[in-house]
């Protein structure tokens, strides 16, 4: 079965440091993976999607298929980075790992 | 541009009553529709997704219930709510077809305390 899996509940990184949110997945076919972001006090919304191959807000995740992970990376945190992330999976339906807050400290 | 609406934003319920929150969307047609609970340290759970009217597909076994009367309306319901049920469910919607396919648009979700 699918699934996805985010190790840590909890990262803190220094502000200007940078930043890699881990995100391993399971799924026997070609995956197509996400990343969303929930600010506070805002909705949930998506950040990037591997197809795209986009950097968003400095934010980039490569798919890597031989080590089944779609890790999320920033060069140099900033406090406005401060969220919870969810990595997310796609196949006939859209599942979620269980989140990792990340901290930016000053 | 499109929309999407859940009520009511926040809901206190006694152990043993119904239960119905309710997510509308506007501004696109055949959407697929999913209901999801956000809980502490257990991430985002898929509750239910709806490909079409009358179409639901339920992850995981529950006294939780889903239906979709109308193409942009989607409906959670309990008859009777348990303590566990507490929780901040969301409300979200995507596009069928490859132009932003697969992208979730989320509501502001409904939280729910169950006493």
């Known amino acids: 079965a699918q699934r996805v899996t985010q190790p840590e509940k909890l990262l803190s990184v220094f502000k200007g440091a940078p930043v890699e949110l881990k995100c391993n997945y399971s799924y026997s076919g070609s995956p197509e993976l996400f990343w969303y972001v929930q600010y506070s006090r805002q909705r949930l919304q998506l950040l990037l999607r591997?197809?795209s191959r986009e950097s968003i807000k400095g934010f980039t995740a490569d798919l890597n298929k031989g080590e089944t992970s779609f890790h999320l990376k920033k060069p140099f945190a900033q406090e406005e980075d401060s969220a919870m992330y969810y990595c997310a999976l796609r196949d006939d339906k859209i599942i979620f790992g269980k989140g990792t807050r990340l901290h930016i400290l000053p | 541009s499109q929309t999407i609406h859940q009520w009511p934003a926040t809901l206190v319920q006694p152990v043993g009553s119904p239960l119905s929150l309710e997510c509308t969307v506007e501004?696109?047609?055949?959407?697929?529709l999913y209901w999801y609970r956000q809980a502490a340290g257990r991430g985002l759970q898929l509750l239910f997704y709806?490909?079409?009217?009358?179409?639901i597909s339920s992850e995981v076994p529950q006294n939780l219930s889903a239906s979709r009367p109308q193409d942009r309306q989607f409906i959670l319901s309990s008859k009777k709510l348990l303590l566990s049920d507490s929780g901040f469910y969301l409300c979200?919607?995507?596009?069928?077809?490859?132009?932003?396919?697969?992208?979730?648009?989320f509501g502001a979700g409904s939280r729910l305390t169950v006493l």
């Open positions: 979200a919607w995507s596009l069928t077809g490859f132009s932003g396919a697969n992208v979730l648009t």
């Open positions: 591997h197809i």
């Open positions: 709806s490909v079409g009217i009358g179409q």
């Open positions: 501004g696109t047609s055949n959407p697929n």
